[in-house]
């Protein structure tokens, strides 16, 4: 859960903060909810969203690892202001004709997979509404990749549906 602060749109620069020595972004995808709910069925969950956008969130890497090592909650490392960039928002259509769905940052190339993309939202809508009533403009953020890219001051990041530009941050 990340409140309000941590968002960042497109076209607006993320500064690389200065409390820890590696930061990582890590791609997603980003579905926004359309109304309000609470213990919602999977075969229902498709009624509550239409709109997905590219997006990323920044992790500091060596604040996380010794929260880990703590057995500590990894708010302070995963929920700080701006860390999660969002794109323009999209009709849920436009992933499901994409041909190609990439990150660029610097010189690494990410491709997202959208395999199982549906049946995923659907699972994950129904399981985050058992404990949390969903309102709209609520976002959920369906992120794959474990690696993450590192982040350093310089780089450019965008992000592409095919060809349609979804996201791009000035990395600073």
């Known amino acids: 859960m990340l409140q309000d602060s941590t968002v960042i749109r497109s076209d607006n620069p993320f500064f690389v903060p200065d409390f820890d020595t590696e930061f990582r972004l890590y791609p997603s995808l980003a579905i926004r909810i359309d109304r ?7 075969k229902f969950a498709h009624r509550y ?3 997905v956008t590219l997006a990323a969130t920044v992790r500091a890497e060596n604040i996380l690892s010794e929260l880990r090592a703590k057995g500590l909650p990894w708010d302070k490392a995963i929920s700080f202001d701006r860390c999660c960039m969002l794109g323009d ?8 004709a994409a041909k190609r769905i990439f990150f660029h940052i ?10 199982g993309f549906k049946s995923d939202v659907d699972k994950i809508i129904s399981l985050v509404s058992e404990n949390n009533i969903l309102k709209m403009g609520d976002v959920i953020l ?11 001051p310089g780089q450019n990041l965008h992000a592409e549906i095919d060809s349609d530009k979804l996201l791009e941050i000035r990395i600073k």
């Open 36 to 42: 309000l709910g609470k213990s919602i069925a999977p």
């Open 89 to 96: 928002f999209r009709p849920i259509e436009n992933i499901d």
């Open 106 to 115: 610097g010189d690494c190339t990410r491709e997202i997979s959208r395999a």
């Open 142 to 152: 369906l992120t794959g990749d474990e690696t993450g890219i590192r982040l350093e």
């Open 49 to 51: 969203y239409a709109q």
